[in-house]
């Protein structure tokens, strides 16, 4: 067993990076998000995605609506 994990120490110390980097990836998000910042910087202005939903006061938040149809103002 002891052999094995020193042959393969190159493999378990990059898979440990990796796993680390992606575990304060992922908290930095949630931080972020709990924060209510934005992963768009919040500046609906330049934002294509957020363009169309800016009166709704949230970047990227699609206002809801009954019986809508993606691309049609509701009348």
């Known amino acids: 067993m002891l ?3 020193f042959d393969n120490l190159i ?3 990059l898979i440990a990076v990796i ?3 992606t575990g304060l990836l992922i908290r930095s998000m949630i931080r972020d998000k ?3 910042k934005h992963s ?3 500046n609906c202005a ?3 995605a957020c363009g169309r939903y800016s009166a709704s006061g ?3 938040t699609i206002p ?3 019986n809508s149809v993606p691309g049609r103002t509701p009348r």
């Open 3 to 5: 052999t094995w994990i």
């Open 11 to 13: 493999n378990i110390t």
């Open 19 to 21: 796993a680390l980097i």
């Open 34 to 36: 709990k924060a209510g």
């Open 40 to 42: 768009c910087g919040g």
């Open 46 to 48: 330049s934002c294509g």
């Open 58 to 60: 949230r970047c990227g």
């Open 64 to 66: 809801k609506q009954a």
